[in-house]
């Protein structure tokens, strides 16, 4: 099968996109110091700009997280369309041996429609430890917080049972069953996507894909379906699956309560749009009356921060389409803005000889595996919905030439050893962690003869790790793990927006309370000894 690229326009006012508004767009986000990684506007089925931040590609897959959901839903769509179940197939018909010897009158009317409208009435335990159980019978173990489909809830483990129903009625992975059918005729390649302990992909988190693969899927929901003159989506699933089905008015943002479809959510800031939607603002938006889609990658913790940036520029950069000359005629060089990180040319320290090849033991924090997040050199936003968190880092060593540094330690039983430049330019490598190959770019930095900078970015996920050891008298270590995005914006986020999930206005301040002092437990200082 040829492969399908989303053809480009020879100049944004060609499709109808204002070359001023992308710049001002751009502007916006720096003034506003927002991350974004990459973003591809679309408009009457051409690229009319795309962008990519450095060290982000074109080619290099991005966390997704809850845009995860729409893949998924198009899944459903396909299984309904094929009879392999319907919207209204029961959950329990799909799985009755987790309910053998059971009487349960509300988990007698749980749906396949209450799953993908967050309206399933299950109130999950997303503390649990993943790694350790099993995810069906968990979901059907878990209590109630309302009968189905009284009450939206928004819940990743309602989309992971819908990964699971196609795998149990048609005998396929998630990604098996999507092949033939989305994947290959968008030239989309096989992505990575999480899974549970048997195989099953997350359906609701977990999955990585290129920014034009998200834009290629945004196009069929633009096109009714329709792209490049073929059907890819069922007829009539995309007037369905983002109409506002699901009551969420009583939500925060003005963007999370217009209403919610089969994962997709009704936008506030353009009223003729939707959207799927991944934490830390990773966009796919369908602008209806302007045959437009706006595709954003994105390390961002405030996601109606990000919005609200786009909807200043969109859909007011939509105009009419004209042949002229483009209003920047410089604007490629304008997209080609500066990386995201500049690192700083390091000087070396005389401590460089004494650590060399020398081993730091660190204390190992018993509360934070309490409570599920034990250290790990992968940044908190990646860790926070990962299946296995890896962590406990250990047995640091440092190894230093003359415009490098390699540092390796140990989380669990997996041990890495990445290249870190100290020349201004970063080395890029892979580690491993929670079972999971990341690629990432690195550096170091001497702040003076005592600390030392280390700068981790995987470059297919959101976020950033910082490491600053301080080397102080007598063999003591101390570490100070941080963050981009930082835990305590994400931390006030999670905080402001816990009552869309917590309606007890108690237990909704108790949460409050709990999530803001994160920050002060996962990004603490942790101690270690060098030892010979």
Not at 108 to 135: F, P, Q
Not at 267 to 273: D, F, L, T
Not at 309 to 331: D, S, Y
Not at 373 to 393: C, E, I, R, W
Request: net charge neutral; hydrophobic share 40%; proline share 5%.
């Amino acid at each position: 099968m040829e492969k399908y690229n989303i053809p480009r326009a020879k100049t944004p006012e060609s499709v109808g996109v204002s070359s001023t508004e992308i710049v001002e767009f751009l502007r916006d986000m720096e003034e506003n110091k927002l991350e974004f990684h990459s973003f591809m506007i679309v408009r009457n089925g051409k690229v009319a700009a795309e962008c990519f931040r450095a060290p982000f590609t074109a080619d290099t897959p991005h966390a997704q997280y809850s845009v995860s959901k729409t893949f998924t839903s198009v899944a459903v769509a396909f299984a309904v369309d094929e009879g392999f179940f319907s919207l209204d197939t029961l959950l329990v018909d799909i799985f009755p041996e987790y309910v053998r010897g059971k009487k349960d009158k509300k988990l007698e009317k749980l749906t396949i429609r209450h799953l993908i409208t967050m309206t399933a009435g299950k109130s999950v335990n997303i503390l649990a430890d993943k790694s350790k159980t099993d995810w069906i019978e968990s979901f059907f173990n878990c209590p109630w917080y309302a009968a189905p489909g009284e009450e939206f809830r928004y819940t990743n483990e309602n989309i992971y049972m819908l990964s699971a129903a196609v795998k149990k009625t048609t005998g396929l992975s998630l990604r098996d069953f999507l092949g033939p059918r989305l994947f290959e005729p968008l030239s989309i390649e096989t992505p990575f996507w999480e899974t549970d302990n048997e195989g099953v992909e997350a359906g609701g988190w977990g999955s990585y894909f290129k920014t034009e693969d998200l834009a290629k899927l945004m196009l069929c929901f633009a096109g009714d379906g329709k792209l490049n003159g073929k059907q890819i989506l069922p007829e009539g699933w995309v007037k369905e699956a983002s109409a506002p089905i699901s009551d969420n008015s009583f939500c925060t943002d003005l963007d999370a309560k217009q209403g919610y479809g089969y994962c997709l959510w009704r936008n506030g800031g353009c009223k003729q749009s939707y959207r799927a939607d991944g934490m830390f603002s990773q966009f796919g938006l369908v602008f209806e009356e302007y045959d437009a889609v706006v595709v954003v990658t994105s390390g961002i913790a405030d996601e109606q921060e990000a919005r609200d940036c786009i909807w200043r520029h969109f859909p007011k950069a939509f105009i009419e389409p004209h042949n002229g000359k483009t209003a920047i005629p410089k604007l490629k060089e304008i997209l080609s803005l500066s990386p995201i990180d500049l690192p700083a040319v390091s000087g070396h320290s005389p401590l460089e000889t004494k650590i060399e090849g020398k081993k730091i033991k660190v204390r190992k924090k018993i509360f934070l595996n309490l409570i599920g997040f034990p250290v790990s050199v992968m940044p908190l936003a990646v860790t926070y919905m990962t299946t296995d968190k890896a962590g406990n880092f250990n047995d640091f060593m440092f190894s230093f030439r003359e415009n490098e540094c390699t540092v390796s330690w140990v989380e669990g039983d997996e041990y890495n050893s990445i290249v870190c430049g100290m020349d201004g330019h970063q080395r890029y490598g892979t580690m491993v962690l929670g079972k999971i190959s990341y690629l990432v770019c690195c550096t170091a930095l001497w702040l003076n003869d005592n600390e030392l900078l280390i700068s981790i970015r995987p470059v297919t996920t959101v976020a950033k790790r910082c490491l600053r050891f301080k080397f102080k008298a007598g063999g003591k270590v101390d570490i100070f793990p941080s963050s981009t995005p930082d835990s305590t914006d994400i931390a006030y986020v999670l905080a402001n927006s816990c009552g869309d999930l917590i309606r007890n206005t108690f237990l909704h301040k108790l949460a409050k309370r709990a999530l803001l002092l994160i920050p002060h437990l996962v990004d603490s200082k942790h101690r270690g000894r060098i030892t010979d």
